[in-house]
């Protein structure tokens, strides 16, 4: 069977697609928002009508595991089918009442738009108030007394309806049938992902060098990794065929894998980003020996403008929102028609990870599993996040507001990842030190080519050199991560590579850490 | 073997223990507070030395899972140990700056002892303030710009004081390498605990009417529950150990069990109160068989003076602080000489479920095993809420005025369970109802002789009555929830049950609702 050609296309229908200016309309005609305590709530209650033109996702039941087939809602909740009577008096559930929340108030300081930075926002920010009965006293459509209580797994609907309309405006999924669920971060996302698709004893596919902790949460529940190669864009789709069309169950004594979990766009620790002909790519593969991709997003909006060298003048912002918007490498969510792909999406990089408030997309299937067990594990992400983020994203910016911030983040990225290119330009040994300007993220990738030392004379080895260079680097006032240290299980590292973050450092720190790392190679390389 | 005598007195230590006037005097002989970002940190920083004058807790290998001893620290973390050279320049961690937090200030509006009401609160209260770099600025310890940006799994060492020295003064565990862990909720912790206990087909065991959820969490991992008989105070020991002596490796399918779950406080759903002879009663159990308990407790603070009928006198409050400490019955963890409790502690009982913010105490070799967990899954509890708490708890409160609200609630519960039993004495048929003035929590638990039914005569069973009553509830207006909701796994009902919650709803809406369930069983039953 072929794949749908949808993959290529846009679907032709004549319902037109949710737009920024489009949000106030289909408010305007949604049920109103639930007043109460750990309302029901899903995505459908916020999704636009072009969604439901879309053909339904497929199922995954054959991919589940035993505990994700046997998780069952939660019997208690069964209860709240009798709460409708207006006259009725619970004496069922074990919320407590909010006479005993000792918190009156919340007021947090944010910036007014455009004034983006800290000292703008000191001098001039906005702040934002949320009282304890806001809802009751018609002052806000969430509050303290709500925040405050026991909320629904998936998410408070107040923001909820947020994250769901920017993952519209962004992605627009392909099918009908997605969802949203609001959850403490990707982290657990990742942790309640394996639990939901793999048994001890299965391989997942990982980039050959990923993100350390992903790999050091999957391995300790049994499971193995193979690692699928990769070049300056990411993970090669050839490599995904090659490791699964050749899948010997006999010799890896495990069946075919069907779980790949990928970080598109500037990712950790190679900074790679894939650009959309090789995600179509990797995603024909995954339709081919239908794997189920696990698309690992927290650096999606910290894509940047082209690197344009220590001399040249830098590319202007984009020019607007649409501008912006086009700007963005689609996500594998926004070509997935088939439901094949759980996005996760992180407030980490773009807001701060402090607030441990995420949300991953998918099919309603496979959403629906997800957050039975976030009912049983982390429930809800905190109240006191969630209201502090409604109040700043739906409240105070709106959608055109956090687009504005993301177009500043953008630029500010840009400018970070252009201190530390420019720096490596102009003290890297380039004999023997090469990289790829980022296109997205924190992360610069630099190899070094370790043939070239001196020690391989008297038989020193790639790791040894490795750890040379790692420690001559803190020694010299740099620390610098070995790359190694992201090796995936199982993959074979022939290059050495260090990776440099120009996420936190000051753009005089950045240059000078590069400029003793320059020092360092030099220095243990024997070159001038 | 028999179990250390320990358990029935207190160590000779001359090393006074720690109390609330003592704790300026610790905190100022103690480090100072780390500053940075996501600071190692452990309990071990804030106990006091009478701690260390007691014997080491046992060692638990043997009771983990393979995913537990098979979890390691995070490799990533290790790189952290180059850190302490102060003119080294990090490129290595993946910290985003805090300029791009867009939060300058938060403000909570909290009570200031003792108009702790909502009403003196609104009219009264404090306005706590926390900066984005209080820090730094030298305003506080703890600050946005450390709260939004990642933090370790085991909480903020601010908040992680302010429950290590209220675990000492509360329990002071009688070993001396306790720990206590911060986390995203007892639900949370539950599921982890399972995670690090359990294989695939063990059994756990439960009260014979368990949290409906607890029971929810375990089984779809593939395991059983041997449920234990309980009595009006809880868990019979009895049961326990018969349970245990008795138990067939070939029969059941599985190894002799050793978790144990237990809520001892004002249990859900019975509302029974374990007293100490029973507690200690529990642990000698579980010393000989080598039980581990999971010690669930969030009434722990909602325990209430004594129900003295709805003619007499209330108890008056706790005089003092010493004298409410004094009324609490002692933990588990107070009695556990071997280190074979982990207690769950929680924050949403008595300041706000919605902070989703608990806690864990346990020896150092399961919390440095649990840790290991959070690390890869919830990570760090919301850093909003942590903050939120310590500005509230810690500076402004501190453990005295803490104290002042926990006994305001216990008089707040106490009134609140007066009002749910004098209602029970006033409005419902004493031929068939029964029950026991709760002394803890938010539950009160109605037998119900359902052998007096009118319909047994025409082969009605228990399962038909108890469905019966509860819908003819509904229909009068009250909803209770069903005993049979509650029951372990294997259990053998014989009795029925409803349980009423007294922690929401207004004094008089529990009276006329306990009025129409007196209404709904004279109906039910043919009595006048």
């Known amino acids: 069977m072929s794949p749908p050609a949808a993959l290529d296309g846009v679907n ?129 459509l969430y509050d303290l007394e709500v925040a405050l209580n026991y909320g629904q797994a998936v998410g408070a609907p107040q923001l909820l309806r947020f994250v769901t309309e920017h993952t519209e405006l962004i992605h627009n999924p392909p099918y009908s049938d997605w969802q949203c669920c609001l959850n403490c971060g990707s982290t657990f996302a990742w942790d309640t992902a394996l639990r939901m698709f793999c048994e001890r004893g299965d391989y997942i596919m990982m980039e050959e060098y990923t993100f350390a902790s992903a790999q050091e949460t999957a391995l300790p529940m049994g499971l193995k990794v193979a690692p699928i190669k990769m070049d300056e864009e990411g993970l090669l789709p050839e490599s995904l065929d090659e490791t699964l069309s050749n899948w010997d169950e006999a010799a890896r004594g495990a069946r075919k894998p069907y779980v790949l979990y990928t970080i598109p766009t500037g990712q950790n620790p190679t900074g790679a980003t894939q650009q959309v002909e090789r995600r179509k790519a990797i995603y024909k593969v995954a339709q081919k020996h239908d794997v189920f991709i696990i698309e690992d997003e927290p650096y999606y909006f910290l894509q940047m403008q082209p690197y344009t060298g220590p001399d040249s003048e830098p590319v202007p912002p984009p020019a607007n929102h649409d501008a912006f918007i086009k700007s963005l490498i689609p996500s594998f969510l926004s070509l997935d028609v088939d439901g094949r792909v759980l996005r996760f999406e992180s407030f980490s990089k773009v807001l701060a990870p402090g607030s441990r408030v995420g949300w991953v997309v998918g099919s309603e299937q496979i959403l629906e599993r997800f957050t039975r067990f976030c009912e049983v594990s982390s429930q809800n992400p905190s109240g006191i996040a969630q209201l502090t983020l409604f109040k700043l994203l739906d409240e105070h910016w709106g959608h055109e507001g956090y687009f504005d911030w993301l177009i500043e983040l953008r630029m500010s990225y840009t400018g970070r990842r252009d201190a530390m290119v420019n720096a490596c330009e102009k003290y890297l040994p380039k004999e023997i030190a090469h990289w790829n300007p980022p296109a997205a993220g924190m992360f610069h990738w630099i190899e070094v080519d370790w043939k070239k030392h001196p020690g391989i004379a008297s038989g020193k080895t790639r790791e040894e050199i490795e750890e040379a260079v790692f420690l001559a680097a803190i020694n010299n006032g740099v620390l610098v991560s070995r790359g190694s240290w992201f090796k995936a299980q199982g993959a074979h590292e022939e290059k050495l590579f260090f990776r440099g973050t120009f996420a936190a450092a000051s753009f005089d720190a950045i240059s000078e850490a590069i400029s003793r790392f320059g020092s360092t190679l030099r220095q243990e390389f024997g070159l001038n």
């Open 12 to 140: 032709g229908s004549s319902v037109p697609p949710l737009t920024v200016e489009g949000i106030p309309a289909l408010r305007a005609k949604a049920n109103p928002m639930p007043k109460g305590v750990a309302p029901a709530t899903s995505s459908d209650e916020f999704k636009s009508p072009a969604c439901y033109t879309k053909p339904k996702s497929k199922r995954w039941d054959h991919i589940l595991s035993t505990e994700a087939r046997d998780r069952k809602a939660s019997s208690l909740k069964a209860a709240a089918k009798f709460l409708k009577n207006p006259n009725l008096i619970s004496l069922g559930g074990g919320l407590p009442s909010s006479e005993y929340f000792p918190f009156e108030g919340l007021d947090v300081k944010v910036p007014t738009p455009p004034g983006f930075t800290p000292q703008a926002t000191r001098e001039s920010g906005t702040t934002l108030h949320a009282g304890k009965s806001d809802i009751r006293d018609g002052k806000s």
